[in-house]
């Protein structure tokens, strides 16, 4: 019979695991976006400069800014507005507020489920864009993961 040691067993799993999603486009979220663009040099780097920009008495914010301390060490203000170089916004959708891309937000409006909302990460801000509570949940969720 043969024995294996916990720890090689955990390292094999750890690079069938790593060969997995390296072997594919999406990234492991849940729940799974209903699409995903990546490109490269698009990244966030956050700092102890990045700021949170939404109502400091909203749920979301001071949740978030209650993860990332946990998670990072990082006390993160939370600001109405800021000209900070790192931010992490929260920003309500309204009917034509899609500067880039029509037909996305064609396709947003059409579709009465709730919860929809775009993750949009540049490397000096990360944007949560959404048109309800629950957008705003489940991007700020997408975010921490």
Same mark, same amino acid.
């Given at each position: 019979?043969?024995? /294996?040691?916990? /720890? ?8 069938? *695991?790593?060969? =997995?999603?390296? +072997? ?9 976006? +209903? ?9 966030f780097?956050?700092?102890? &400069? ?9 749920? &979301? ?7 990332i301390?946990?998670?990072? =060490?990082l006390?993160?203000?939370i600001?109405? *507005? ?20 029509? &037909?996305?937000? /064609? ?6 489920? +709730? =919860? ?7 490397t ?12 705003n ?8 993961q």
């Amino acid at each position: 019979m043969w024995k /294996v040691k916990p /720890v090689t067993f955990f390292c094999f799993l750890f690079f069938f *695991v790593t060969i =997995g999603f390296a +072997q594919t486009t999406t990234l492991p979220l849940v729940p799974e976006p +209903q699409s995903l663009q990546v490109f490269d040099g698009s990244y966030f780097i956050l700092n102890k &400069e990045t700021v949170i920009i939404a109502d400091p008495k909203s749920f &979301e914010a001071q949740y978030l800014q209650k993860e990332i301390k946990k998670r990072t =060490g990082l006390d993160l203000k939370i600001s109405m *507005v800021s000209n900070a170089k790192s931010k992490i916004s929260f920003n309500e959708l309204i009917s034509g507020g899609f500067d880039h891309d029509d &037909e996305a937000a /064609v396709k947003y409006y059409s579709n009465p489920n +709730q =919860g929809k909302y775009f993750l949009n990460i540049f490397t000096n801000e990360a944007a949560i864009l959404q048109s309800d509570p629950l957008g705003n949940f489940y991007g700020m969720m997408t975010l921490l993961q």
